[in-house]
């Protein structure tokens, strides 16, 4: 409950800080940005993810695309990266998401990701769905599911998600 307070709050907070930045009253003057939205402005919001579809890849190869964004996400912590297998049509699963799209996912890891501290545990590839396994300073043991459709990803899931057995 304690990292997701966080994660809320370090989501919200470039929203609070833009609207409350405090002004010099009868001039233009506004302060400097905070170091939480220096940050976020420094993630390059890639092209979004463009579909496979004629033909539509294997399994294998929709493994190999997952995995190249397992490898950008959790261990090069390259957003930029990672989000270029990102659909644009992305449903993000998790209830205090507010919007979906990549672009609403990147406004909220953007500020932190950086900052987290990541310790991969497996991930695996099963049909149309794939799942990371890691463990974070913030918000303790992680299971992200995603499902890819023509090569990318389209949804994601992270509640009360649990690691599929072999």
């Known amino acids: 409950m304690r990292g997701l307070c966080f994660f809320l709050a370090a989501g919200v907070a470039p929203i609070i800080v833009v609207l409350a930045a405090p002004t010099v009253t009868g001039t233009s003057h506004v302060l400097p940005p905070s170091r939480i939205l220096a940050r976020s402005r420094a993630v390059?919001?890639?092209?979004?993810?463009?579909?496979?579809s004629s033909?539509?890849?294997?399994?294998q190869e929709s493994a190999a695309r997952f995995?190249?964004?397992?490898?950008?996400f959790i261990e090069a912590k390259n957003l930029t990266e990672?989000?270029?297998y990102?659909?644009?049509?992305?449903k993000n699963h998790n209830p205090f998401a507010i919007e979906d799209g990549p672009d609403a996912a990147l406004?909220?890891?953007?500020?932190?990701?950086?900052?987290v501290e990541?310790?991969?545990?497996?991930?695996?590839?099963?049909?149309?769905?794939?799942?990371l396994n890691y463990q974070t300073d913030l918000f303790g043991e992680i299971v992200d599911k995603y499902k890819m459709e023509d090569g990318c990803i389209v949804e994601h899931w992270d509640q009360g998600e649990v690691y599929p057995s072999t």
């Open 82 to 84: 990672a989000f270029t």
């Open 118 to 131: 990541i310790t991969p545990i497996r991930r695996t590839f099963k049909g149309e769905f794939g799942w």
């Open 86 to 90: 990102i659909s644009s049509v992305y």
């Open 55 to 59: 033909p539509p890849p294997t399994e």
């Open 67 to 72: 995995e190249k964004f397992a490898h950008a």
């Open 107 to 115: 406004d909220v890891l953007g500020p932190l990701w950086d900052t």
């Open 44 to 52: 390059v919001t890639p092209a979004p993810c463009q579909p496979i």
